[in-house]
């Protein structure tokens, strides 16, 4: 493992073809991505051992587009957390903010980019992990629309919500690296046409000339006054360039990170059952009956996959389901109402990425639920199966990053990226 921030959980060279539109470019992939011959760990030790048969289809794109991955980027373990500490291996470190976590779960993929380890990532988003790290590491980070990338070779743990994305030091080059991934995939029927044959990197203008930005008051009440000054700079910045501002309510977002993690931990309880020693995962021995067998295994599971498993079975058992997980989908329908409406008025909307710095190492460890709710800006994304992109917005406190998250309308990636540039210059 990289002794320099811990960034990668295995550091090995996967060559891609000698030209292509990524040429000489370095790679990291998260380690829930499958690569062909590579261990692809989840950053968990029930898979520590795991060596996949097969390259996910973002991995082909990449090496067929002539980049070069250089390694396995650190993640929190399945995907669950905010910080990047669950992992089995070690936490990563933020490389631009000593002392503080580099966000997650594609705290490695930020932190592979913002050391210069690797000029691109990619990482993997289900409720705000390719934007979260993006905005505490000081990178650009791009959640595409539900269905515009394959997610065929993606270790799942929330299906309906995950995508894969790129992180990048600017926009440009994340939209570059989307064009490359993006597009329709035999092997993943939720995949879409949109983005065959994209060119979001020319989408990088950075003109906003009448673009109409809408700022939900709901996403930015909660957040730190040092965040919202940087937000509310931002904001300034972009009506000077030419776009209105204009304030827009999505009253359903106050139930968003519920209705979110009901979702996900019961799609996760699903998901994660394959990892029983006898398809996946550390064998507990057959002597004596099979539960007992079974139980053994998933002690490998970390103490935070435990407990949303947990949590998402209790969800699903017969008696809860209506009141817990039926709930949470009605919550998410009306999240999606929400943005449509928003939408008919405004081009994009903006909020902070995070309501805060990035935490010191260890605090939101002692208490998973704050670690939970500070994922209120970016999980309404996910539940609305929309596109957005964190970009950097300057720092507080003497050097910690904040992040500017635009949201756009389903398969609107060229309005983001055109707005998210125009921050940029």
Same mark, same amino acid.
């Given at each position: 493992m990289s002794a320099d921030h811990n960034i990668f959980i295995t550091e090995e060279t996967i060559e891609g073809e000698s030209d292509g539109p990524l040429a000489d470019r370095t790679v990291a992939v998260k380690d829930n991505i499958s690569t062909e011959g590579v261990r692809t760990t989840c950053a968990s030790d029930m898979l520590a051992d795991y060596v996949p048969p097969y390259d996910a289809t973002v991995v082909e794109k990449l090496t067929d587009a002539g980049a070069t991955i250089v390694g396995k980027a650190n993640m929190d373990e399945f995907g669950m957390g905010s910080t990047?500490?669950?992992?089995? &291996?070690?936490?990563?470190?933020?490389? #631009?903010a000593p002392g503080h976590v580099p966000g997650g779960s594609s705290g490695g993929s930020a932190a592979a980019v913002a050391a210069g380890e690797a000029d691109l990532a990619l990482g993997s988003d289900t409720g705000g992990s390719i934007r979260n790290p993006a905005a505490f590491c000081g990178v650009v980070g791009i959640k595409p629309t539900y269905g515009l990338v394959s997610r065929y070779?993606?270790? *799942?743990?929330?299906?309906?919500?995950?995508?894969?994305?790129? !992180?990048?030091?600017?926009?440009?080059?994340? *939209? *570059?690296? !989307?064009?490359?991934?993006?597009?329709?995939d035999e092997n993943d029927a939720t995949t879409h046409d949109e983005g065959e044959d994209s060119d979001y990197a020319s989408a990088a203008t950075g003109d906003v000339d009448d673009t109409t930005v809408g700022v939900p008051t709901e996403l930015v009440e909660g957040a730190d006054e040092g965040v919202r000054e940087r937000f509310e700079e931002t904001l300034d910045d972009l009506e000077s360039q030419g776009a209105t501002v204009e304030e827009v309510s999505l009253p359903s977002?106050?139930? *968003? #990170? @519920?209705?979110?993690? #009901?979702?996900?931990?019961?799609?996760?309880?699903?998901? !994660?059952?394959? &990892? /029983?020693? #006898?398809?996946?995962?550390?064998?507990?021995?057959f002597e004596g009956n099979w539960n007992e067998a079974f139980s053994e295994s998933r002690e490998a599971f970390g103490e935070e996959v435990k407990r949303r498993v947990l949590l998402g079975t209790y969800a699903l058992s017969a008696g809860y389901h209506d009141k817990y997980y039926k709930q949470a989908q009605d919550a998410r329908a009306w999240v999606k109402q929400d943005f449509d409406e928003a939408f008919q008025s405004v081009d994009v909307l903006a909020s902070p990425t995070m309501p805060t710095p990035p935490f010191e190492v260890g605090d939101s460890l002692d208490d998973p639920l704050q670690m939970?709710?500070? /994922?209120?800006?970016?999980?309404?994304?996910?539940?609305? /199966?929309?596109?957005?992109?964190?970009?950097?917005?300057? @720092?507080?406190?003497?050097?910690?990053?904040?992040?500017?998250?635009?949201?756009?309308?389903?398969?609107? @990636?060229?309005?983001?990226?055109r707005v998210g540039s125009a921050v940029e210059n």
């Open positions: 990047t500490e669950t992992s089995a &291996f070690g936490p990563a470190e933020n490389p #631009v070779g993606l270790v *799942a743990y929330a299906n309906s919500l995950e995508q894969i994305g790129p !992180l990048a030091p600017t926009v440009e080059e994340a *939209a *570059a690296l !989307l064009d490359v991934i993006s597009g329709p977002v106050e139930h *968003a #990170v @519920e209705a979110y993690y #009901v979702i996900a931990m019961s799609e996760a309880s699903s998901n !994660l059952a394959r &990892f /029983d020693g #006898v398809r996946y995962g550390n064998s507990g021995g939970y709710l500070a /994922d209120a800006n970016t999980v309404p994304v996910n539940l609305a /199966d929309l596109p957005a992109i964190s970009v950097p917005a300057g @720092e507080v406190d003497g050097g910690l990053p904040v992040g500017i998250q635009f949201i756009g309308p389903a398969f609107g @990636e060229e309005e983001i990226i």
